[in-house]
């Protein structure tokens, strides 16, 4: 009963070019998402979130939209780097239960070509 | 500037043997989180503590597992009779509150190895 996923394993993009990673979601009660990082060896880091009430959110090069109605959010990351390669988790969180318990994808690895 | 400090990073445990696992939330942060990774698999909830409260543990087997968050000292992840079903990463990941606005800052975690 995956409530999140994440259908593309990995993902291999040139630098400089745009990473798109996809994240969909089947609880309609998630009302809060999020994207973390992780290097090999270390624990995930918060990357950006975006709220159910707004389609967009834009931090630097990492961008990420909602679309609500189709329980999808995506992950864009322009200019894609190479220090960009890392597994990118997706997350999410509702108001029901523990506010703070994150449901996660199961992760895309993105490889940034030099 | 510490972050969540986990020890020890890799554990091997014989099948049977117990295993403790310690977390040491961020300087000022009150509530800690257990998730656990198989491989090849996201992080899934385990257990949100507060100092020396259990919040939630849906997410932890009924039995053999058990987790502390004691009024000084670090967060202990404890697992009892270890199988091999256990061998994971364990992350502990802490935070200043609750809420949508503060999001987890997690540790390096710990690889159990159980044989």
């Known amino acids: 009963d995956q409530q999140v996923k994440q259908n593309s394993p990995s993902l291999s993009v040139q630098e400089g070019r745009i990473s798109i990673l996809n994240c969909d979601y089947t609880?309609?009660?998630?009302?809060?998402f999020l994207w973390y990082k992780k290097y090999p060896a270390e624990g995930p880091t918060f990357l950006i979130s975006?709220?159910?009430?707004?389609d967009k959110n834009e931090d630097g090069r990492f961008t990420v939209f909602l679309n609500k109605s189709a329980k999808h959010l995506s992950l864009h990351i322009v200019p894609s780097q190479p220090g960009d390669s890392a597994v990118y988790f997706c997350?999410?969180?509702?108001?029901?239960?523990?506010?703070?318990?994150?449901?996660f994808g199961s992760g895309t690895q993105l490889t940034v070509l030099p | 500037n510490a972050g969540v400090m986990q020890n020890p990073r890799h554990l091997v445990r014989r099948r049977g043997q117990e295993a403790r696992l310690r977390c040491s939330p961020m300087?000022?942060?009150?509530?800690v989180y257990w998730y656990r990774q198989l491989p090849e698999e996201g992080l899934k909830f385990m257990v949100y503590?507060?100092?020396?409260?259990?919040?939630?543990e849906s997410g932890m087997p009924k039995e053999r597992f058990s987790a502390e968050f004691p009024k000084e000292g670090p967060s202990i992840l404890r697992i009892q009779q270890v199988v091999r079903g256990d061998s994971a990463a364990y992350f502990c990941?802490?935070?200043?509150?609750?809420?949508?606005?503060?999001?987890?800052?997690f540790g390096n975690g710990t690889r159990l190895t159980v044989t």
């Open positions: 990941a802490s935070s200043p509150q609750t809420g949508p606005n503060s999001p987890l800052h």
């Open positions: 609880n309609s009660m998630f009302d809060y």
């Open positions: 975006i709220s159910s009430i707004k």
């Open positions: 997350a999410a969180s509702g108001t029901s239960g523990s506010a703070r318990q994150l449901t």
């Open positions: 300087k000022g942060h009150s509530h």
């Open positions: 503590l507060q100092k020396e409260n259990i919040i939630d």
